[in-house]
């Protein structure tokens, strides 16, 4: 976060509707989880399971496409989503 211009933190911060100091809470909390290498669909569900909501868990989102690259992270992201309703289908049918 320490990378992006004033101009696009600043409309960061009118679209999370929060102030800098509320963003830097949140990114260093996003990146404490982020160093415990959960993969990226267990890493949003601890972030919305600590009471943030979609627009923190979607700042996470960003903020961990940027560390594993986008392409990848959506990629794996994709395969993680089906593979979990693939589970609870499967699970739900016996």
């Not at 933190?9 to 982020?34: F, H, P, Q, V, W």
């Amino acid at each position: 976060m320490k990378k992006i211009s004033k101009f696009e933190k600043e409309k960061l911060l009118n679209l999370l509707e929060c102030t800098e100091e509320e963003l830097e809470i949140l990114t260093n909390t996003s990146n404490t989880i982020l160093q415990e290498n959960y993969n990226i669909y267990d890493v949003l569900l601890k972030i919305l399971q600590q009471g943030y909501n979609i627009r923190e868990a979607t700042l996470s989102g960003i903020m961990l496409g940027q560390k594993i690259g986008y392409s990848s992270a959506k990629i794996e992201m994709e395969e993680e989503i089906k593979n979990k309703l693939y589970q609870a289908f499967k699970n739900s049918q016996k």
